[in-house]
Antibody, heavy 117, light 111 residues
Framework: EVQLVESGGGLVQPGGSLRLSCAASGFTFSSYWMTWVRQAPGKGLEWVANIKEDGSEKYYVESVKGRFTISRDNAKNSLYLQMNSLRAEDTAVYYC??????????WGQGTLVTVSS | QSALTQPASVSGSPGQSITISCTGTSSDVGAYNYVSWYQQHPGKAPKLMIYDVSNRPSGVSNRFSGSKSGNTASLTISGLQAEDEADYYCTSYTSSSTPWVFGGGTKLTVL
């Protein structure tokens, strides 16, 4: 069964850090670009970052550049998102998604990040 | 990078057809055939429904179809069913520094 499972979300104070993980199974992880997409409470989807199959290329939405870092470990079939200098507006459910052939599929169930004092 | 423009809501009765539009620019929807559509039920993860403008993944009902004209892509759902009630999002590859952009989402209500 194809599966993506996110973890690492939680409550963090403004200015704090959090590292999200996404464990992949059931497909050839190393053959997929991987993406993080977030959804603020009651809002729409926002593309956050993606990383090439071998980790050699990374792209970010402007609002997180310099604060978030996407990475992967193909040996562990895992994707990560290191989030620093967190702001209230980063509060969202964060989804990881496989990204191949110009589409996002599969998706994880999401992990909630709440930035609040 | 602005989000793609979708209507906030659409509605239809069971059995009817509806169309959701997704308007972008000549830098995204108009430039590439890399528009995809996602269905999201409350509290659930998005699900891929259409990719590359008009292709359906295996397992998605043929009641779902996609098209594009100029800077506007469209998702059509025919033979509406109660289970189609959900939020729908389009996304497109873009030539901007942020390579992917989503639409604001459309809430479909089946009356």
């Amino acid at each position: 069964e194809v599966q993506l499972v996110e973890s690492g979300g939680g409550l963090v104070q403004p200015g704090g850090s959090l590292r999200l993980s996404c464990a992949a199974s059931g497909f050839t992880f190393s053959s997929y670009w991987m993406t993080w997409v977030r959804q603020a409470p009651g809002k729409g989807l926002e593309w956050v970052a993606n990383i090439k199959e071998d980790g050699s290329e990374k792209y970010y939405v402007e609002s997180v550049k310099g604060r978030f870092t996407i990475s992967r470990d193909n040996a562990k079939n895992s994707l990560y998102l290191q989030m620093n200098s967190l702001r209230a507006e980063d509060t969202a459910v964060y989804y990881c998604a496989g990204h191949s052939a110009w589409r996002f599929d599969p998706w994880g169930q999401g992990t909630l990040v709440t930035v609040s004092s | 990078q602005s989000a793609l423009t979708q209507p906030a809501s659409v509605s239809g009765s069971p059995g009817q057809s509806i169309t959701i539009s997704c308007t972008g620019t000549s830098s995204d929807v108009g430039a590439y055939n890399y528009v995809s559509w996602y269905q999201q039920h409350p509290g659930k993860a998005p699900k891929l429904m259409i990719y590359d403008v008009s292709n359906r993944p295996s397992g998605v009902s043929n009641r779902f179809s996609g098209s594009k004209s100029g800077n506007t892509a469209s998702l059509t759902i025919s033979g509406l069913q109660a289970e189609d009630e959900a939020d729908y999002y389009c996304t497109s590859y873009t030539s901007s520094s942020t390579p992917w952009v989503f639409g604001g989402g459309t809430k479909l209500t089946v009356l």
